[in-house]
């Protein structure tokens, strides 16, 4: 009887091609946010220093850049060393990141944001942000460890600060 509930929601959701993206957040299948990011830290877990900063540089090269116009103030994340930037869109109630940074370790650490937040609603992003004591606690569950120095540490959990306000205050 479950299994036929279950093909009949799904069913329902998919009907005539179209599918519901609220009702499938609600079924549970479209919060991919641990499972994309998941992936990211199983990448992480079988790398040593050097390579995981190979890796990062090789993410940051994918980055989704914010416009040079965009490049203002209100949008500079202050806890990185390096010039750095971040740009929330909002296409009904789904998020996407834009970014850039001078650094190209950075790049890579706003790249891993992007794959793990973009097209995710903001309530998921901050209930998964919120899952956490705190923001380097992310930061550890990723697997990124000590090759990364601690003024990059700090432009990622400065970013997630300010993922995290962003979207509390949109």
Not at 33 to 48: M, W
Not at 128 to 135: E, N, Q, R
Request: glycine residues 6%; aromatic residues 10%; proline residues 1%.
């Amino acid at each position: 009887l479950k299994l036929l509930q279950k093909k009949s929601l799904m069913t329902f959701l998919f009907h005539r091609s179209k599918i519901y993206p609220k009702l499938l957040w609600i079924a549970g299948l479209m919060d991919n946010i641990k499972n994309n990011l998941a992936n990211i830290r199983d990448g992480f877990s079988i790398l040593d220093g050097q390579d995981k900063l190979v890796y990062l540089i090789d993410l940051g090269k994918k980055l989704d850049h914010i416009n040079e116009s965009d490049r203002t103030e209100n949008r500079k994340i202050h806890a990185c060393t390096s010039q750095t930037w971040l740009k929330l869109g909002y296409d009904n109630d789904l998020v996407t990141i834009k970014a850039f940074s001078e650094s190209t370790i950075v790049k890579g650490l706003l790249r891993i944001l992007q794959i793990g937040f973009n097209n995710s609603e903001k309530k998921s992003i901050i209930n998964f942000i919120d899952s956490f004591d705190d923001c380097s606690s992310l930061f550890e569950w990723l697997n990124l460890g000590p090759a990364i120095s601690s003024q990059r540490q700090n432009g990622f959990l400065g970013s997630l600060d300010y993922i995290k306000k962003e979207l509390n205050d949109a």
